[in-house]
Nanobody, 129 residues
Framework: QVQLVESGGGLVQAGGSLKLSCAAA????????LAWFRQVPGKEREFVAA????????FYGDSVRGRFTVSRDNAKNTDYLQMNSLKPEDTAVYYC??????????????????????WGQGTQVTVSR
């Protein structure tokens, strides 16, 4: 079973940047799509970004497009979420998750947490005003 470990969260001022990492350990899927979600208490988990196995295809939620960048280093079994121009409303627990195989035909399904098979434990990101 693959295990995911997020790191890189913390406290940053508005306008600042953070880079999250998601390292995969254990038995891996041969190919997989990795996504980032975030969640604040009392709200549903929100899709942030996703990346295909090859790294050639990326997808972003409307609220982060143009500010966040998802990337992958398959040699290190690690994915990254570079977050720039952070806003207080970006404050949340950020999770990475994987789905085996390639990007689904209907890419909008990437936004749904239920399609993902393995989740990390989450890392807190707090953006102060």
């Amino acid at each position: 079973q693959v295990q995911l470990v997020e790191s890189g969260g913390g406290l940053v001022q508005a306008g600042g940047s953070l880079k999250l990492s998601c390292a995969a350990a254990g038995r891996h899927f041969s190919t997989y799509v990795l996504a980032w979600f975030r969640q604040v208490p009392g709200k549903e988990r929100e899709f942030v970004a996703a990346i295909s196995w090859s790294g050639e295809r990326t997808f972003y939620g409307d609220s982060v497009r143009g500010r966040f960048t998802v990337s992958r280093d398959n040699a290190k079994n690690t994915d990254y979420l570079q977050m720039n121009s952070l806003k207080p409303e970006d404050t949340a627990v950020y999770y990475c998750a994987v789905r085996s195989g390639d990007v689904p035909k209907y890419t909008s399904s990437l936004h749904y947490p239920t399609i993902y098979e393995v989740w990390g434990q989450g890392t807190q990101v707090t953006v102060s005003r």
